[in-house]
């Protein structure tokens, strides 16, 4: 059963340059949550989607930040126009039940954005 | 705004002895806790969650909750330098998405 699935890895763009990263939840998971994270910094909450409904992006920034989820296929973030401030670490979670008590999340690897 | 915050370290013990890591939280209408441990470069893991004051225990972690003081903690017997990462505490408040907030983390070295 494999986990969450994040691509690509690492990424380098350009400044105003478009990023896409994408990842595929666990089986059987329809929950998912992208997160960012800063060198030596926590997990910053950005968005929370179920399948083609985004529920909560109350984290995302307004402009230039956009996510999805898909009937079919992977969630996807993308933000367009980088600039250096957005160079981190995007994290993608799933889980399987929205229980706050058992939602246990189930973290990719992550996707190393650096904007030059 | 809902804040979580942990003391961001690092804390250095030696093997064998008792590490704990500390957590509090802004929100009293908090429901549930978890404690993930991320190593560097990778992805958190979850190690525990609680919900109800008191002590939880799991081989060689213990959580705590004090839901009246706000806070929660995490104990880890026995240090190894296998443990050393950075733990991040996590809340779930009650109403809206449920979504998890987190701490910044407090990086743990056990040495040997």
């Known amino acids: 059963n494999a986990g969450v699935m994040q691509n690509p890895r690492h990424l380098v763009r350009r400044r105003g340059q478009e990023a896409r990263l994408r990842c595929s939840p666990m089986?059987?998971?329809?929950?998912v949550y992208w997160y960012r994270q800063l060198p030596e910094e926590g997990l910053k909450f950005m968005v929370y989607?179920?399948?083609?409904?985004?529920?909560?992006e109350s984290g995302m920034p307004k402009e230039r930040f956009s996510a999805e989820f898909p009937k079919e296929g992977p969630s996807i973030l993308r933000i367009q126009q980088v600039v250096r401030g957005d160079s981190a670490a995007y994290f993608c979670?799933?889980?399987?039940?929205?229980?706050?008590?058992?939602?246990?999340?189930?973290f990719g690897e992550g996707s190393r954005l650096t904007v030059l | 705004q809902k804040e979580v915050e942990q003391n961001s370290g690092p804390l250095s013990v030696p093997e064998g002895a008792i590490a704990s890591l500390n957590c509090t939280y802004s929100d009293r209408g908090s429901q549930s806790f978890f404690w993930y441990r991320q190593y560097s470069g990778k992805s958190p893991e979850l190690i525990m969650f609680i919900y109800s004051n008191g002590d939880k225990e799991d081989g060689r972690f213990t959580a705590q909750l004090n839901k009246a003081s706000q806070y929660v903690s995490l104990l880890i017997r026995d240090s190894q330098p296998s443990d050393s990462a950075t733990y991040l505490c996590a809340v779930n408040s009650a109403g809206g998405s449920y979504i998890p907030t987190f701490g910044r983390g407090t990086s743990l070295i056990v040495h040997p």
């Open positions: 089986k059987g998971h329809s929950h």
């Open positions: 979670a799933s889980s399987l039940q929205r229980d706050p008590n058992t939602g246990e999340l189930f």
């Open positions: 989607l179920q399948k083609e409904n985004i529920i909560d």
